[in-house]
């Protein structure tokens, strides 16, 4: 069975601090994608990354693909409250099922 | 563009009653995916659809638990009889097209209560 563990599991911090989540497995994903939930709503993607090594910028967020495509990082700098909610990652079954598994979710709180 | 439509948003329901959730996925998109998600955690694929055929269904309780997409576009989950594990968010989500790319769109969701 496929796992996707991510860390930490809840994050609270200050308004401007910089901080990093981890989404790791022993198997290798065809693409990985980060999605974002808040309360009463589904998940929005943030990105995907389909090449091992890859890493994407989306603002004050980076997030980083690992070399043998296992893991994954989401780095936020200066966090605003905004940024507020359940972090998921998820991870693309091969051989292109497009089936994806979900991370257990990195809940952050940002305070004003 | 419309999104991914689902109803009803809420349900409560006892142990042993049947309920059903509806999901109209946008337009043009060929693959529907239904998923639980237990409050704080992850969703677990339940159910993938490709048109109206059924792709990945290794994670649906078939004892309990039955899926349909008619004519490729709208999809029904149906439990029954319902237990009190099943009380969770079932989301559904739809894409347009098969690459490693592209990307699934949710709906709200239905928040099942289970008594």
């Known amino acids: 069975t496929q796992l996707l563990e991510q860390s930490p599991q809840f994050l609270s911090i200050q308004e401007g601090e910089n901080l990093t989540v981890y989404c790791n497995s022993s198997s290798v994903f065809s693409s990985l994608q980060w999605y974002r939930q808040e309360p009463g709503e589904g998940p929005v993607l943030l990105v995907t990354v389909v090449t091992g090594g890859e890493v994407k910028k989306l603002k004050r967020l980076t997030f980083q693909f690992g070399d043998a495509r296992k893991d994954s990082s989401l780095h936020i700098t200066a966090a605003q409250p905004g940024d507020t909610g359940l972090y998921l990652c998820?991870?693309?079954?091969?051989?292109?099922?497009?089936?994806?598994?979900f991370g257990t979710g990195t809940r952050l709180k940002v305070l004003a | 563009e419309a999104g991914v439509a689902q109803s009803p948003r809420y349900k409560i329901i006892e142990k042993r009653q049947s309920v059903a959730f509806w999901c109209n996925p946008i337009?043009?998109?060929?693959?529907l995916y239904w998923y639980q998600q237990i409050l704080g955690q992850g969703p677990k694929l339940l159910i993938q659809?490709?048109?109206?055929?059924?792709?990945?269904d290794s994670q649906l309780p078939k004892d309990r638990f039955s899926a349909e997409r008619l004519k490729g576009v709208d999809s029904t989950l149906k439990i029954q009889p319902a237990k009190l594990e099943d009380s969770a968010v079932y989301l559904c989500?739809?894409?347009?097209?098969?690459?490693?790319?592209?990307?699934?769109?949710f709906g709200p969701g239905t928040r099942l209560t289970v008594l």
């Open positions: 998820a991870g693309g079954v091969p051989p292109g099922t497009y089936k994806y598994i």
């Open positions: 659809f490709q048109n109206n055929g059924v792709v990945d």
């Open positions: 989500a739809s894409r347009a097209f098969a690459a490693r790319s592209s990307e699934q769109f």
């Open positions: 337009s043009g998109h060929a693959t």
